[in-house]
């Protein structure tokens, strides 16, 4: 019998939107973490920064020379007020007056601070302690800066990490802590009443280590794979980035803040590990954070969250060598010390590539034009990837749906190579965009015919 595609397409808009890529994307951003002695001068980092698309920084002190470094920038910037500061920020309200007047007002208002972030992950298992002092602490500092900065817009908010839910598989039965109710609620009004997001540092990579299997890492990967299906909100995500984010957002609705904005605060994969870190790879740490780069540019969101995309800072700019534990708590950096990058992540400005020690751009090769599948690829694996293909926004099946001009020969590998290429197009043209699980290959040869016109170098 003639063969039928299994997809079905929801045409929402026929409208695509594109982006420049030359330009900086307003919701990427990078970790600079400091735990290390071999980082370059601040003013080498701020000409890096600017040769690529990020926008945004998050420190987690308050380092006067990187500060003054992005002076005139634009790339805005968190600043952190450390764990330690938290008992005298939350017990007098002249402490955070003197460090908002040492860490803030001096670089006002030639440098962007965007927000100050009091603590970092204050509310994970472990020293109880500071639970009850943050929301205090937060409240002084956010006076002071009312006070003294009133025009600037900082906002003050706190980090968390995905360990203040209780749950978070599905993400339909996301939900915060019960020993935690208080406290949240508490700094959830807080953000509500000031406008100030709830940030969140959630990981795939460390998803996958507790659960590494082949499937686990594909959907990890942003890599075409079966998904999986909430029975609770009736949704399917495609990847694991996508699902911990609306496990938040289900947790953030059950706890009555439905509005709160959500932002990644850290989100990374570490490119090297030792020899029981499964999936610490340069490859999968290429794939993880450009795929992902490429998912936020596409401003596709997530299921509960669709058609715009959450402020992301990448953890992190460099590695950071005097780092305890695993190797791959060291490895992370998107860039070396000498700040030549690790791999390519998608965030060199078009036409440019970071490449050498003194942080001069350098021009960057064209990709080859079209995507298509592999001459040993079965039909099992082309009907995957068509199906994974035509569920991503901003791809367009119409073409080889009954009538289209794509339609012809309806064969699974003629309608898969058709999507596969469509969505190569719209993720950025990295190699790694075009590799379905190994059964796909770039080519010069434009592969259009007839009125099917496939979309690509010289199209």
């Known amino acids: 019998m003639p063969y039928r595609s299994r997809f079905f397409l929801l045409v929402i808009s026929p409208l695509i939107l594109t982006f420049p890529f030359a330009e900086s994307q307003s919701f990427v951003g990078v970790n600079y973490g400091e735990v290390a002695d071999n980082l370059p001068p601040p003013e080498a980092t701020a000409r890096l920064l600017e040769s690529t698309t990020v926008s945004k920084i998050r420190l987690y002190g308050t380092d006067p020379p990187i500060l003054r470094a992005l002076a005139g920038t634009n790339i805005s910037v968190i600043i952190g007020a450390a764990d330690g500061d938290i008992p005298s920020l939350a017990s007098d309200p002249s402490a955070a007056r003197r460090w908002v007047s040492a860490n803030v007002l001096p670089f006002l208002p030639a440098t962007a601070i965007?927000?100050?972030?009091?603590?970092?992950?204050?509310?994970?298992?472990?020293?109880?302690?500071?639970?009850?002092?943050?929301?205090?602490?937060?409240?002084?500092?956010?006076?002071?800066?009312?006070?003294?900065?009133?025009?600037?817009?900082?906002?003050?908010?706190?980090?968390?990490?995905?360990?203040?839910l209780a749950s978070s598989e599905p993400p339909s039965a996301g939900a915060f802590r019960a020993d935690l109710t208080s406290t949240v609620a508490g700094v959830l009004g807080f953000l509500r009443e000031t406008g100030a997001p709830f940030m969140i540092n959630p990981y795939p990579y460390f998803a996958y280590q507790s659960d590494p299997r082949p499937e686990t890492l594909a959907f990890c990967l942003f890599r075409p794979n079966p998904g999986r299906f909430d029975s609770g909100s009736k949704l399917t995500y495609t990847n694991m980035f996508d699902a911990q984010l609306d496990a938040v957002k289900s947790a953030l609705t059950a706890a009555g803040f439905s509005e709160a904005e959500v932002v990644v605060a850290e989100t990374g994969w570490p490119y090297r590990g030792d020899q029981d870190e499964a999936g610490a790879t340069v490859d999968n740490a290429k794939a993880f954070n450009g795929n992902l780069v490429a998912h936020l540019r596409s401003m596709a969101g997530t299921p509960l969250m669709p058609g715009r995309s959450?402020?992301?800072?990448?953890?992190?700019?460099?590695?950071?060598?005097?780092?305890?534990?695993?190797?791959?708590?060291?490895?992370?950096?998107?860039?070396?010390?000498?700040?030549?990058?690790?791999?390519?992540?998608?965030?060199?400005?078009?036409g440019t590539t970071q490449g050498n020690s003194t942080g001069t751009p350098a021009r960057k090769p064209a990709a080859a034009g079209w995507c298509v599948p592999k001459a040993e690829a079965t039909d099992e694996d082309l009907q995957a990837n068509l199906d994974y293909a035509c569920a991503q926004q901003g791809v367009d099946c119409r073409p080889i749906q009954e009538g289209g001009a794509c339609y012809l020969p309806n064969?699974?590998?003629?309608?898969?190579?058709?999507?596969?290429?469509?969505?190569?197009?719209?993720?950025?043209?990295?190699?790694?965009?075009c590799d379905f699980r190994k059964t796909a290959v770039l080519t010069r040869d434009n592969p259009s015919y007839a009125t099917c016109v496939y979309s690509g170098a010289g199209s």
């Not at 943050?134 to 800066?145: G, K, Q, Y």
């Not at 590998?413 to 043209?429: D, F, I, K, V």
């Open 310 to 350: 959450v402020d992301t800072y990448i953890f992190a700019l460099y590695d950071e060598d005097l780092k305890p534990g695993p190797t791959s708590e060291r490895s992370f950096g998107l860039f070396r010390a000498d700040l030549s990058p690790v791999y390519d992540a998608g965030i060199a400005k078009t």
């Open 411 to 433: 064969t699974v590998r003629s309608h898969a190579a058709y999507a596969m290429n469509q969505l190569y197009q719209n993720t950025g043209r990295h190699g790694w965009d």
């Open 114 to 164: 965007s927000v100050v972030s009091v603590g970092n992950e204050v509310l994970a298992p472990g020293d109880a302690s500071l639970g009850p002092q943050l929301l205090p602490a937060m409240r002084n500092l956010h006076s002071a800066l009312s006070e003294a900065a009133p025009s600037a817009g900082i906002k003050v908010s706190t980090v968390h990490s995905m360990a203040v």
